[in-house]
């Protein structure tokens, strides 16, 4: 694997978990709004699960990669996200159960409950269809949760992720 490829790449999900994991500012009115936009829906075990904070992309180049972050949050702190490694425009991308994926897709449902693709633990499909001031999109995996010996399937995932600057 390519150590700079590697390190660009956890560098992003660190800067997606650093700004999806903490708390968000509402307004005065109690309601919890948020200000992020963009949209993401799935079936978490045959569950609806709504990001109801939004959905953001984050596209970063480094010498190496074009790595394409997408995710989306709950006002419980549930979160999706699905990283495109070698993001090279609109197309289907394969979330592969090997140690050199270049996709890969997890959920955090809290501290204690990640499922993740990573490190040959699930398979699916990343879809982008659109690109532009959004990202537009499907996407459905299967994953192992890292805690246990348990497996989550997400299905039927949508996204229209607003562009983070």
């Known amino acids: 694997m390519n150590f700079s490829k590697n ?5 992003s999900l660190l800067l997606m978990f650093v700004l999806f994991l903490t708390p968000s500012c509402g307004d005065d009115d ?3 709004s948020s ?7 799935c079936k ?3 569950s609806d699960w709504t990001a109801q904070l939004g959905a953001q992309a984050i596209r970063s180049t480094t010498v190496n990669a074009d790595i394409l972050t997408i995710s989306g949050s709950t006002n419980d702190g549930s979160q999706i996200t699905l990283v495109i490694n070698d993001y090279s425009g609109p ?5 592969t159960s090997t140690l050199t994926e270049s996709s890969f897709a997890q959920l955090v ?5 990640v499922c993740s693709t990573t490190l040959g633990q699930g398979t699916g499909t990343i879809t982008i269809d659109s690109e532009g001031d959004t990202y537009e999109g499907t996407f459905s995996f299967n994953c192992a949760n890292l805690a246990s ?13 607003e562009v983070m600057e």
């Open 7 to 11: 390190k660009s790449f956890f560098a």
């Open 30 to 32: 109690g309601g919890g």
């Open 35 to 41: 200000d992020l936009g963009g949209s993401m829906t």
């Open 44 to 46: 978490v075990d045959g």
């Open 91 to 95: 197309g289907t991308y394969q979330i």
């Open 109 to 113: 449902e809290d501290v204690t409950s």
């Open 149 to 161: 010996s348990g497996s989550t399937q997400i299905t039927d995932g949508e996204f229209d992720a």
